[in-house]
């Protein structure tokens, strides 16, 4: 009597994690007091998701919530400077009339 081979299976305890970080710095990248904290949470979901889908193709596990943490977590840094430096001010090489009058009275001090 034979028993059949089953693929192994398991549990793939870096998926969750991934995809836990990535949520919460996607969501923390709107705030504007928490912008720059929520890198510190992108970066392990990018860490994470990566390691995960490694470990994923071994247990045949978590390979869906690696990629969506991962992903979140690029997502969640890109957001963070987009907002980070969309907040800071405007762009001094604007066309806008309120910037390049700004400009023109700075370059007329200078002078």
Known sequence: MSVPLTPRTGRNGLAEPA??????SVIGSFALFLNLITVL????????????????KR??????????????GLAGVLLTVTMYVDTSGGDPLST????SAVTENSAAAIR
């Open 19 to 24: 995809l836990v970080f990535g949520i919460i």
């Open 41 to 56: 949470f992108a970066f392990p979901a990018i860490v994470c998701g990566a390691l995960g889908y490694r470990r994923s």
């Open 59 to 72: 247990v045949h596990s978590g390979k869906g919530k690696s990629l969506w943490g991962c992903g979140l």
């Open 96 to 99: 806008d009339s309120e910037n």
